[in-house]
């Protein structure tokens, strides 16, 4: 029904930067929250940022001032700009989205996660 697929992930040095991006497609009617989440090795699932339809955005304390969330609706597509990285954010980052899919079906969906690795 609808895919989410994340992209940039990769291997950086500490004090270096990233940026994901995920898209949505399928059978979107309405894209309403996206947001980023992190699992580490041995550790829950973690919400890093999420914003809404309108733009309001929530980001972790862990991450406030390093990472910033964005997207762009015409493309389906949220991102995940993160700058000083530590690390601490060494985790698999996956993709959240909260969609209707026809009037009265509303669901969330997974990305299938992409590898940040942060050497120090």
């Known amino acids: 029904q609808v895919q989410l697929v994340e992209s940039g992930g990769g291997l950086v040095q500490a004090g270096g930067s990233l940026r994901l991006s995920c898209v949505a497609s399928?059978?979107?009617?309405?894209?309403?929250?996206m947001g980023w989440y992190r699992q580490a090795p041995g550790k829950q699932r973690e919400l890093v940022a999420v914003?809404?339809?309108?733009?309001?955005?929530n980001t972790a304390d862990s991450v406030k001032g390093r990472f910033t969330i964005s997207r762009d609706d015409a493309k389906n597509t949220v991102y995940l700009q993160m700058s000083s990285l530590k690390p601490e954010d060494t985790a698999v980052y996956y993709c959240?989205?909260?969609?209707?899919?026809?009037?009265?079906?509303?669901?969330?969906?997974w990305g299938q996660g992409t590898q940040v690795t942060v050497s120090s």
């Open positions: 399928g059978r979107i009617f309405i894209l309403n929250a």
């Open positions: 959240n989205a909260n969609v209707k899919t026809t009037a009265w079906i509303m669901r969330d969906y």
């Open positions: 914003i809404d339809s309108g733009g309001s955005t």
